[in-house]
C-alpha cells in the first residue's frame, strides 16, 4: 500500500509540471500581457509602464520567466501576484481554505441525503415513494447550478431568512465565537445547497441502481432463506456491497466539487478560489493563474488517491501491490 | 454605513497603486495638500491651510496645517511632504503614475522644507494643474522611511499588512480587511477637521465595504437592506425607483458621468517594421482619413436610440470631447451630428461613394466596397450594444461592417503595438482637468489611439492641438487656459477623430438614514464621509 501510494505521488511530479506549463504556455501566447490595462490608463507614461515591465520580469524571454518559476518553486516561492503586488501564497491560502470548506459542507450534505433517499427508494421500488423521488431527481438533475443559485439568492431576498452571499456578515469581526459559527453555517445553506442539488440526484440514482442490483443477488436470497432479520439482511449484507462502487465516486466527486464551485461561488460571492482565478486569468496575473492551478490539480489528485485507498479498505479483492 | 465594492483593493500603497477598487480605501485614509470641491469643482485648501505664487508662477510656498496628525497620533509636518514627493514619488527605483503627472518636459519640481510646517515648490515651467496635482495623498515619513531606504518600499502596505501600520491623516483608519469580503474602517480619532460648531469630525464609527463582485447580488443585497448605498445601472432604474417610498430608499440622478464611449477609425499611415506591410490597407486608409467619410458615420450613430436601449432612456448624447461633468472647461459649443441617415448617404454621394454595381453596398470612387471589420472588447455589455446599434445604421447606409468582440487583452495589444485594427468602439474615463488627457490628445501620445505615437503631427489640426496642449499646461489664468481648451474641443468636434456617442447617468440609491448627506455630480453621493451622520432612530 506504502509502495502503490508513493508511487501515485511520483506520478503526479511529471503531471504538475506539465500542468504548470501549459498553464504558463497558454498564458503567454494569448495575446496581451498584464500591463495592458495600465497601458489604457492615460495617466501612465512609456516609461512607467517599462519600469513595471522590468520589475514583474516581464521584459525576459519566456523560458528564462518559467525557468525561473521552478526554480522559485522548488524554494516553496509561488511567485509574485502582478496585481496585488505581494506572495501569491499570502493571497490563495485562504481562498483554498474557503473553497475547502464549502467543497466539504456541500460534499457532506450531498452524501447524508443522497445514500439514503437511493436505498430508500431501492427498498421502495415502484412504489409511490420511489416514483415521486425519482420524478424529483429528474428535474434536478435538468437545472444547472449556477441558476439554482440565483433562484436561491432571490428567494432569499424576498423573505430575508438566509443572508445574500458572502460568507460571514458584516459585522462578523464583532460577534463570538457561537454567533460567528452560526454566521458562516447560515451563509453556507444557499451555496451548499446549489452545489449539492444536482450531485443528489445524480447520486441517489447510482445508489438506487447498486442497490437493486444486489437486493437480485443469490446470497441475498440464501439470507433471506436462512431467516435472517431483514434490517440486517439489508443494512449488514446490502449495503456493504452496494456502496463500494460509490466509493470510487467519492474522491472523485469531492475534487470535482472543489473545482466546479467556482460559478457558485462567483454568484454568491463566496471569498474562494474560483473567482479568485477568473479575476486572475483575465487580468493576465500569471503566477496567481499558475498557483491557484497546481492547488486546484493537488486537491484533485489527492482526491483521487485517497479515493482508491478507500477502496482497497473497504474491497477486499482489490490490491495495489 | 455599510457600501459595497465589486473587487479587492490591489494595495493599500496609494503610490503604487491607483485604480477604483484601491482609490476607495485610500481616499478615506489619506489626504493631499489641497482637495476638489465636489460642488464646485474648484481647488480648495486641505492638509495646507493656505500658498502663496511667485511673480513668475514659478515658485509655489504652502503654509501646512498645524493641527493635523497621523492617525497614530505623530504630528504632521512639512517632513511628510518632502518625503513623500523626494523619496518616494521622485524615488527612480518606485514605479508610479504620479510621477508622470508631476514631471514636465522631464524635469522634476524641486521640493525643500522651510520649516516644520512651511514647503517650497520650485517649478521648472509653468505649470497649470499643480494646484490640482497637489490633493496627491501626503504619506507618513516615520511609518515608510526604513522601507525606503532597505529597498522594501514597492512591497510595503500591500494588501497583506497589518491595518495599524496604514497610517493617514484623512477620517478614518482600516482597521481590518479580510480578502473577497470586507474591508473595515473606523473613524480616526485625531482627524483635525471640525464641524460647522466645533464638534470633531467624523460623526460615523464605523464604515464597512463588502466585496460582492456579482453587480446583480449587490443589487439584491441593497434592496433587502445590508448594504446602505448602490451605484445603480440605467437598466437598473425602472426596477428600483418604484420602490423608493416602500423600502425607505433615495434614488439620485447626478446627470452625465464622465466616461466616455466613441468609434473610432485606424488613421495610422505607418507600416508593419518586421514584414513592410502597411497597417492599414492603403485604400481604407483612404476613407478612414477622410473627414467626409468620418462626417457621414457620425451622422448615422442614433444617439437616442443608444440611450433608450442601453441606458434606459437615462443617458446624455456626447458631442463634445470634455462632458459636461468636467464643469468648468466644458465647452457646449461644438459641432453637432444629428442622427440623419440621408445627410450621410448624400455627404458619402458627395465625396464619390456610391453603389455602382448594384449589390447593395456602397464603393469607393475607385471601385472598392467599403467594409471594414469593428471591433470592442467583450465583457462590456454595453459596447456591443452601443456597437450593435452603430453597425445596423452603417449596413444601412451600404457598408459591411464586421462586428467582432474581443478579449480586452486583445483589443489592447491591437490598438498600443500590432495597430492591426480598422474600427473600434472603446470609452475613456475623463475628469476635470484638461491637460490630463495630453495622453490621448497629443500626437506623440500612446493614447492618440487613431494613430499613435507620432514623431511629428500628421495633419495641421494635430499640430493645432498639441500647441493648445503645450500652452494650455503653461497659461496660469484660468479663463486663457478655458479659450484654449474650448478650441481643442471645438476642432476635434470638427476633424472627429473619435466619433461620441453617449454619457451615461450616474445614478445612486441610497437609504434614508444619513444626515449632511450633499450629492453632487462630481463627488457622487459619497464625497464627504466625514460629515455624514446617522439620523436618529437609526443608530
Known sequence: MWRYTLKRMLVAVPMLLGISLLTFVLMRVTPGNYLDTIRMDPQFSKETIRHYEQLYQLDKPLAQQYIRWIYNLLHFELGYSFHYNVPVHKIIGERVWNTFVLSLSAFLFTWCIAIPLGIGAALNRNRPVDRAVQFFSYIALSFPGFFLAMIFLFWASQTGILPLGGMHSPDYDRLGMGGKIVDLLKHLVIPTRALSVGSIAALQRLMRGNMLEVLGQRYILTARAKGLPEGRVVYHHALRNAVNPLITLLGYEFSSLLSGAALIEIICSWPGLGSLMLTAVRSKDVYLVMASMLMGSILFMVGNLLADIALAKVDPRIRYD | MVLATTSDPRSFNDILAKETSTSLVTDLIFEGLTTTNASTTKVEPNLAKSWDISEDGLTWTFHLREDARWNDGQPFTADDVVFTFNGLIYNPDIPSSARDIFTVDGKTFQVEKMDDYTVRFTLPVKFAPFLRGMSQAILPQHKLQKAVREGRFNFTWGIDAD?????????????????????????????????????????????????????????????????????????????????????????????????????????????????????????????????????????????????????????????????????????????????????????????????????????????????????????????????????????????????????????????????????????????????????????????????????????????????????????????????????????????????????????????????????????????????????????
Open chain 2, 163 to 539: 491595518p495599524a501600520e496604514i497610517v493617514g491623516t484623512g477620517p478614518f483608519k482600516l482597521v481590518r480587511y479580510d480578502p473577497g469580503q470586507r474591508l473595515v474602517f473606523e473613524r480616526n480619532p485625531y482627524y483635525w477637521k471640525k464641524s460647522f460648531d466645533g464638534d470633531p469630525l467624523p460623526y460615523l464609527e464605523r464604515i464597512i465595504y463588502l466585496i460582492v463582485p456579482g453587480v446583480d447580488v449587490g443589487l439584491l443585497k441593497f434592496m433587502e437592506g445590508t448594504l446602505d448605498g448602490y451605484t445603480l445601472r440605467g437598466m437598473d432604474y425602472p426596477l428600483v425607483k418604484p420602490l423608493e417610498a416602500k423600502n425607505n430608499f433615495t434614488v439620485y440622478d447626478l446627470g452625465p458621468d464622465t466616461g466616455s464611449q466613441f468609434l473610432f477609425f485606424n488613421q495610422n499611415s505607418g507600416r508593419n517594421p518586421q514584414t513592410g506591410q502597411p497597417f492599414v490597407a492603403p485604400y481604407k486608409l483612404a476613407w478612414f482619413t477622410d473627414l467626409e467619410f468620418r462626417k457621414a458615420v457620425a451622422h448615422a450613430v442614433d444617439k437616442e436610440k443608444i440611450i433608450e436601449i442601453v441606458d434606459n432612456k437615462l443617458g446624455y448624447p456626447q458631442h463634445s470631447a470634455m462632458g459636461p461633468a468636467a464643469g468648468f472647461f466644458y465647452n457646449p459649443h461644438v459641432a453637432e451630428y444629428d442622427y440623419d441617415l440621408n445627410k450621410a448617404r448624400a455627404i458619402l454621394a458627395a465625396a464619390g461613394f456610391s453603389d455602382r454595381n448594384g449589390d447593395g453596398f456602397i464603393e469607393d470612387p475607385r471601385g472598392n466596397t467599403v467594409e471594414f471589420s469593428l471591433y470592442t472588447n467583450a465583457g462590456t455589455t454595453e459596447r456591443v450594444d452601443i456597437a450593435a446599434i452603430i453597425r445596423e445604421d452603417l449596413e444601412r447606409l451600404g457598408m459591411k461592417v464586421h462586428f467582432q468582440a474581443l478579449e480586452f487583452n486583445t483589443l489592447v495589444s491591437k490598438l498600443t503595438s500590432r495597430f492591426d485594427w480598422e474600427a473600434v468602439i472603446l470609452g475613456l474615463t475623463g475628469g476635470i482637468e484638461p491637460h490630463f488627457g495630453k495622453n490621448v490628445w497629443m500626437s506623440s501620445g500612446q493614447l492618440h489611439m487613431w494613430y499613435p505615437m507620432q514623431e511629428k503631427p500628421a495633419t495641421a489640426w494635430e499640430k493645432r492641438v498639441d500647441e493648445i496642449f503645450d500652452q494650455g499646461v503653461q497659461e496660469l489664468d484660468e479663463n486663457k487656459r478655458k479659450e484654449l481648451y474650448d478650441e481643442y474641443q471645438l476642432i476635434v468636434s470638427r476633424e472627429l477623430p473619435l466619433i461620441y456617442t453617449v454619457l451615461g447617468a450616474r445614478l445612486y440609491a441610497v437609504r434614508n438614514k444619513f444626515g449632511n448627506l450633499k450629492p453632487t455630480n462630481y463627488g457622487g453621493v459619497f464625497h464627504n464621509p466625514e460629515e455624514l451622520y446617522m439620523k436618529e432612530g437609526y443608530r
